[in-house]
C-alpha cells in the first residue's frame, strides 16, 4: 500500500494514499474542481486546463532539511508563481490547494471564454444540454459575456456520421481527447484521433467501417459536451423529460448493470417508451462500461412484431385465443401427461421463471432440462470465485486462463477487464484453436489442435509456465465454447477445476472458474437446478406435452425441428412467434426484461436485480405467472402475483440463495471514481448506482463432489475429402434479439465459412465461392472465406449467423448444384 | 498488395531497422517523409499501406498527417511556400508580406498557381520571429528558409525556382 499524504484543501484537511491527483482527493471531501478533459478512468492529460488552482508547498531548509516555519509557527508555505492543473498535481505532503481565489476564479472564467469561442451554444436543439458539463460549468463559472468576435466563431459540420452507430457535430467539440483516450487507453480500439491542431483540431475515423469499435457508444457518455451522440438516441429526448430504471443487459455472462431512460411520448401513441440504454456504475461487474451490443440491441423489446396474445391450435392453424382458455388448456393436457411433460427453460429466463417453471415440472414428475450448449455448471458452483472477488483487484501475482473463448466477441466487458489486468501486472495465457484478441496482452499463447483444449490445460502445470501459476497469488480460468459441443465444454470444465485444485488456487478469494455462458442467465438455469440433458432430440420426439421457454430449438437444429413434429402437445412461451412457437399448440406471450422485474445470475455467480423500465403492456404475463397460473389450475400454490415473492421461495429452498431477498440485492454502497452526481465531474449521462450492486453467491461445499474425469481428447477425424467444422461464437449474430435493432445490420455475422487456403485448395474451393453445407440431414448455403489463420483441414463458421450448428461436426461441403440459393431438404 | 511496400521495399526495411524489433510505430515518421517524397503528397491509399506496414490503424497514420503541416495529403504546387503569420511575425509586417505575395501570384492562400508550380500557405511558427517575415520552400524533397524577406525577394526566388523546374523537366525528358 502507498503511504497516506496529509494536505489542505479550501481550508479542508484530507488524507490519501500517495500518488493521488490532487482533483480526487479533493473530490473524496466533497470539494469539486471543475474539469472536462480529466477521466478518472484516463490517464491525465491536462489539456482543458478547466482545472488550475492555486498550489503551495512547505519550505524546506536545503541545510537541515526541516521545514521551515512563520513566526506563529505555522509551516511557511511558498506558492508557486503559476496556476497549476489540479488533474495532473499528485498530492504531497503539507500540499495547500486553494481553489476558492479570485485569481482562480478569472482563470475557469477565462478558460470557458475560450472554450466558448467556437462552441456553437445550440444549447437548446443540443442532445446533451441538461446533463452537460461544459453547460453547467459556464453556468457556475464561466461569464455571460464573450470579449470575442462572434463572426469569427468557427462554422464546421453539424452531422458527420463517424460509423453506423455514432454522429460527431465538429462545432461543439471541446478537444478534451476523452474519447481518443477511451478508444486507445481502455479498449485498444485506437480508430479515432486528431486531425490537424490548435483551433482546426477535429476528430477523424479512417477505419473501415467508420469507428470500428464494439465499444463505440461509450465515448457518448463520457464526452463533456454534445459532439458525440449515438444514432439511436440522437434527437430522442431531453434528459430531463426521461425517467430513468435499474436494469441488466441480458446479452452475455457478465451481467452489465444498465439504466433505461424512458419517454412519455406522442409518436408512440402516449405510451412510455425506452429511449436509450447506458451503463450504470458497478465497479466489480462492467464498471462504467458497456458494449455495444448491450447499448443499441434492445430493440427486440420495443419490436412490433412481438407477440400480443395467446394463441391455440386448431387444426393447422394458429387462432388468438383467451388467456383463461389458453391457460385451462395447457394445464390439462399437463395433467394429463403426468410424467410425459418434458420443459426446457433457457438462460434467457430469470431466476424466478426457471424456478417456477420447475416446480411446476417436478410436481408432475416431468423432466426439466437446462437449454444450453455449455456444460459445467455444477462444477463452477463448486469451483467458481468466492463472494468478495473482483476481477479488477487482479494484477501482479496473478495468472489469468482463457480457454475456448474469444472474449473479446462473446463477453466485451470481460476482455476489457482482463485487459486492466494484464496492464496492473496480470500473466495471461491464452489458449485456443485460432489467433484471438487475447494474444496481443497474453505472456503465453497456447495454439492447440481443435478438441484437444482441455489436455492442454491438463498440461499447463506440467509445461513451461507451471512455476508461474503455482507460485501465483490469483488464479482465475476463464472456459468457453469456442468451437466446442456441449459434451467437450464440459470435459473443458473438469479440466480447468483440476488446475485449479492441483496448483491450490481452488476456492481462494480472486481465483476460480468463470463459464463464458452463451445466455444472460444459463448461471442462474443451473443453480435452479436445469441441467443440460443427453439425447433430447429423443427427448423431445417422446414427450407428451413439451415445455418450452425462452428457447427456439427449430431454428437451432434441424434434429430437433423434426423431433419436434413428433411431440405430441407443445407449449412455448416466447416474445416472438419462432420457429418452434409456430410449431406450437398452445402459445403464450411473454413481458421481456423491461417490462418487469426479476434477477439474473452472472457468469461470476452473482445474483442481481433488475426493475420495470416501462408499464407491462396489457394482455402479456412474466414466464413465472405463467408457469405459476397453470400450476394453480392444477392445485399448485405457486407464486404468481411477484417475483420478489417467487424469489423468497426460492431463496427458502436453494442453499447458495439462502438469506438472499430482494432489498438485500438493492443495497449499494460507496464506489470510486465518484459519477452521476450533480456536478457531473465524470461526464455528463451516467446516473449513480442506487439500485443496488448485486450479491456474490457462496461456493457449494465439496463433499461428495468428484471432479469428473472422461476422454479429454474431443478430436474430430475427417476423411481426406471431408471438413471438420466448428462453431464459433460472434457478438453480433443474427439471433432476433440482434436483427431487431437494425443500426447494427451492417455488422452482423454472415453465413461465412471460414477455411485456410491450403484446405481450400486441397478442397477445390476458392474464396467468395457458394456450396452447400450439410448439417443434420439437411443443408446450408454458405459462402466461403479464406482465413490463414484457420487450422489446417478446419472450418470455422459463425453461430446463429443462418446455419443451425451448435456441435463441432465433420462435414462434406458439395459445391453447388443448380439452385443453391434456398435451403434443400435431404 | 502492399505496392508502397512492394514498390520502396528496400527503402523501407533500412527505415524498419533502424527500430527495435516489435515496435514499428515511430518509423511512421520516415514513411510517411518516404511516401511524400516519392509522390509528392500522402495519397489515402498510401496512408493506409504504410499503416498496414506498421501495424497501426489507418486513423493513427492520418493523425499524424494531420497534425504536421509539412506533410501534405491533397496535391498542391511542386514547391509549398509556406509563410509564418503567427504574432511576432505579424508584428514585422508578415501578414501584409502573404498579402502582397498572394496578389502579386494571383492567387489566395491555400491556392496553387496556374502552372501547378507554386502553393502559398499560412502556418505557425517557424521559430524565426526575428528575421520575419520569413517563410520555408518544400519541394524536390528539399525544405530551405528564406528569411528578412520582401515582396520583390520572394518573386526573384519563385521565378527562380520555375526555371529549376523547368531546367529539371528538360533533363528528365
Not at chain 1, 394458429?318 to 399437463?334: D, G, H, N, V
Amino acid at each position: 500500500m502507498p503511504k497516506d499524504i496529509t494536505l489542505t484543501i479550501d481550508g479542508q484537511t484530507v488524507t490519501a494514499p500517495a500518488g493521488t491527483l490532487v482533483v480526487d482527493a479533493a473530490k473524496r471531501i466533497g470539494i469539486n474542481i471543475p474539469v472536462f478533459c480529466y477521466h478518472p478512468k484516463l490517464e491525465p492529460v491536462g489539456m482543458c486546463r478547466m482545472c488550475l488552482v492555486e498550489i503551495g508547498r512547505p519550505v524546506i531548509d536545503r541545510t537541515t532539511n526541516n521545514p521551515v516555519f512563520e513566526a506563529d509557527g505555522k509551516p511557511k508555505i511558498q506558492f508557486g508563481p503559476k496556476l497549476e492543473t489540479a488533474c495532473t498535481t499528485p498530492i504531497s505532503e503539507g500540499m495547500v490547494v486553494v481553489g476558492l481565489s479570485d485569481k482562480v476564479k478569472a482563470a475557469r472564467k477565462d478558460v470557458l471564454e475560450f472554450l466558448l469561442t467556437s462552441h456553437p451554444l445550440d444549447c437548446p436543439i443540443c442532445d446533451k444540454g441538461g446533463e452537460c458539463p461544459l453547460q453547467n460549468q459556464t453556468l457556475e463559472y464561466g461569464s455571460a459575456d464573450s470579449r470575442f468576435l462572434l463572426d469569427e466563431k468557427m462554422r464546421l459540420s453539424k452531422h458527420v456520421p463517424l460509423g453506423d452507430l455514432i454522429f460527431l457535430d465538429r462545432e461543439r467539440c471541446i478537444q478534451c481527447a476523452r474519447c481518443v483516450r477511451f478508444q486507445t487507453e481502455i479498449v485498444d480500439d485506437p480508430v479515432i484521433g486528431f486531425y490537424n491542431r490548435g483551433r482546426k483540431l477535429e476528430i477523424i475515423t479512417d477505419s473501415q467501417p467508420g469507428f470500428d469499435s464494439i465499444f463505440s457508444g461509450n465515448t457518448t457518455d463520457i464526452c463533456p459536451v454534445g459532439a458525440l451522440t449515438t444514432a439511436d438516441f440522437r434527437f430522442g429526448a431531453r434528459p430531463w423529460e426521461m425517467n430513468n430504471a435499474a436494469s441488466l443487459c441480458t446479452h452475455c455472462p457478465v451481467g452489465c448493470n444498465t439504466t433505461i431512460n424512458v419517454r412519455r411520448e406522442a409518436k408512440t401513441g402516449g405510451n412510455v417508451s425506452i429511449k436509450r440504454i447506458m451503463p450504470r456504475q458497478n465497479e466489480t461487474v462492467n464498471e462504467i462500461w458497456m458494449c455495444d451490443k448491450g447499448r443499441f440491441a434492445y430493440h427486440f423489446a420495443d419490436s412490433p412484431d412481438r407477440l400480443k396474445n395467446p394463441l391455440i391450435r386448431k387444426g393447422s392453424e394458429l387462432f388468438q385465443t383467451t388467456w383463461t382458455e389458453a391457460l385451462s388448456a395447457a394445464s390439462e393436457k399437463i395433467k394429463q401427461a403426468g410424467s410425459g411433460l418434458v420443459t426446457l427453460a433457457s438462460g434467457r429466463l430469470t431466476n424466478e421463471d426457471i424456478y417456477n417453471l420447475r416446480k411446476l415440472t417436478e410436481t408432475q414428475g416431468g423432466t426439466f432440462i437446462g437449454y444450453s450448449r455449455m456444460a459445467g455448471g455444477e462444477i463452477v458452483n463448486r469451483f467458481g470465485m468466492l463472494p468478495g472477488s473482483n476481477l479488477g483487484d487482479l494484477g501482479k501475482d496473478s495468472v489469468i486462463v482463457v480457454v475456448s473463448s474469444d472474449l473479446h466477441e462473446e463477453a466485451p466487458i470481460w476482455w476489457l477487464r482482463v485487459r486492466e489486468a494484464v496492464k496492473r501486472g496480470a500473466v495471461l495465457i491464452s489458449i485456443s484453436i485460432r489467433p484471438t484478441r487475447l494474444d496481443k496482452i497474453a505472456a503465453k499463447t497456447l495454439r492447440v489442435e481443435p478438441g484437444r483444449e482441455a489436455l492442454a490445460v491438463d498440461a499447463i502445470l506440467t509445461g513451461d509456465m507451471a512455476d508461474i501459476v503455482k507460485q501465483a497469488k490469483h488464479l482465475l480460468v476463464f472456459y468457453g465454447s469456442d468451437g466446442l459441443g456441449r459434451k467437450a465444454t464440459g470435459q473443458l470444465a473438469a479440466a480447468c477445476a483440476r488446475l485449479l485444485e492441483t496448483s491450490g488456487h481452488a476456492r481462494r478469494i480472486n481465483s476460480g472458474l468463470i463459464p463464458v455462458w452463451e445466455r444472460g442467465n444459463t448461471q442462474g438455469l443451473w443453480d435452479m437446478g436445469a441441467h443440460p440433458a443427453d439425447q433430447i432430440v429423443e427427448r423431445i420426439a417422446s414427450a407428451r406435452v413439451l415445455l418450452v421457454a425462452g428457447a427456439d430449438p427449430a431454428n437451432d437444429d434441424p434434429m430437433m425441428e423434426r423431433a419436434l413434429e413428433k411431440t405430441e402437445f407443445l407449449i412455448v412461451q416466447d416474445l416472438f412467434a419462432t420457429a418452434t412457437a409456430r410449431k406450437a399448440d398452445i402459445v403464450f406471450p411473454v413481458l421481456a426484461f423491461t417490462e418487469r422485474e426479476g434477477t439474473y445470475t452472472s457468469g461470476e455467480r452473482r445474483v442481481q436485480r433488475f426493475y420495470p423500465a416501462v408499464p407491462a403492456p396489457e394482455g402479456l404475463k412474466a414466464d413465472y405467472e405463467i408457469a405459476a397460473e397453470m400450476g394453480a389450475e392444477l392445485g399448485l400454490a405457486l407464486e404468481s402475483s411477484a417475483a420478489s415473492l417467487v424469489f423468497q421461495q426460492l431463496a427458502a429452498e436453494i442453499p447458495q440463495y439462502s438469506g438472499l431477498t430482494y432489498p438485500l440485492l438493492a443495497k449499494t454502497s460507496d464506489q470510486w471514481p465518484i459519477v452521476g452526481r450533480p456536478d457531473v465531474y465524470f461526464g455528463g449521462t451516467s446516473y449513480a448506482n442506487r439500485q443496488g450492486l448485486g450479491i456474490h453467491l457462496p461456493l457449494l461445499p465439496l463433499e461428495d463432489f468428484e471432479i469428473p474425469s472422461g476422454d479429454l481428447d474431443m478430436s474430430l477425424h475427417p476423411d481426406a475429402h471431408e471438413l471438420a467444422v466448428y462453431p464459433v461464437t460472434r457478438l453480433l449474430d443474427r439471433g432476433i434479439t440482434v436483427t431487431t435493432s437494425p443500426l447494427l445490420a451492417s455488422r452482423l455475422a454472415q453465413a461465412d465459412l471460414f477455411i485456410h487456403p491450403a484446405t481450400a485448395r486441397k478442397m477445390f474451393l476458392n474464396a467468395d465461392m457458394q456450396v452447400m453445407l450439410p448439417v443434420d440431414g439437411a443443408a446450408y448455403p454458405v459462402r466461403i472465406v479464406l482465413d490463414e489463420t484457420v487450422p489446417e483441414g478446419a472450418a470455422l463458421i459463425p453461430r446463429s449467423a443462418g446455419v443451425p450448428i451448435h456441435e463441432p461436426q465433420v462435414a462434406q461441403v458439395a459445391p453447388p448444384v443448380g439452385d443453391h440459393a434456398s435451403r434443400v431438404r435431404s | 498488395m502492399n505496392e508502397f511496400f512492394v514498390q520502396n521495399t528496400e527503402a523501407i526495411q533500412k527505415i524498419l531497422s533502424a527500430y527495435p524489433a516489435g515496435n514499428k510505430r515511430p518509423a511512421v515518421m520516415p514513411l510517411l517523409y518516404l511516401a511524400q517524397r516519392t509522390n509528392g503528397f500522402i495519397q489515402k491509399k498510401t496512408l493506409d499501406e504504410i499503416a498496414e506496414i506498421l501495424e497501426i490503424t489507418p486513423t493513427e497514420v492520418a493523425s499524424i498527417v494531420g497534425f504536421y503541416t509539412l506533410y501534405h495529403d491533397e496535391p498542391g504546387g511542386r514547391y509549398h511556400l509556406q509563410v509564418c503569420t503567427d504574432l511576432p511575425c505579424a508584428l514585422r509586417g508578415a501578414d501584409r508580406f502573404l498579402q502582397d505575395l498572394c496578389d502579386n501570384l494571383g492567387i489566395k492562400v491555400g491556392e496553387t498557381t496556374a502552372d501547378g508550380l507554386i502553393t502559398i500557405e499560412e502556418v505557425k511558427c517557424l521559430a524565426g520571429c526575428h528575421h520575419a517575415p520569413l517563410f520555408q520552400v518544400q519541394g524536390d524533397g528539399d525544405i530551405s528558409y528564406h528569411e528578412d524577406q520582401t515582396v520583390d525577394a520572394a518573386m526573384q526566388l519563385i521565378a527562380e525556382l520555375k526555371k529549376k523546374a523547368a531546367e529539371r523537366e528538360g533533363t528528365n525528358a
